[in-house]
């Protein structure tokens, strides 16, 4: 009986600062990893509408019209009025 209270006395265990250390860094890293994660499962449900203009042409002339090709490089539908 008295050996194994020796040998309680004598392990050693993590300090209660070292402890709360690492509770922290463990902390920290799962609430970055569930940010990330929740950033990108946004990013995916709203998805990004982009439009970029290829071309654009003037004709003069009494009926003068503009003629401009625009490219949808977005993932969302995009409706031009």
């Known amino acids: ?4 209270r020796k040998i309680r006395k ?4 993590l300090s209660p600062v070292v402890a709360s250390i690492i509770l922290i860094a463990v902390t920290v890293a799962v609430s ?13 449900f709203m998805g990004s509408s982009s439009l970029t203009i290829t071309d654009a042409t003037f004709t003069e002339g009494a009926t003068g019209s503009i003629v401009i090709d625009v490219k949808n490089t977005g993932t969302k539908d995009v409706t031009i009025a």
Do not use: E, H, Q, R
């Open 10 to 13: 004598n392990a050693k265990a």
């Open 32 to 44: 970055i990893a569930v940010a990330a994660w929740m950033g990108a499962l946004t990013v995916g």
């Open 1 to 4: 009986m008295k050996t194994l």
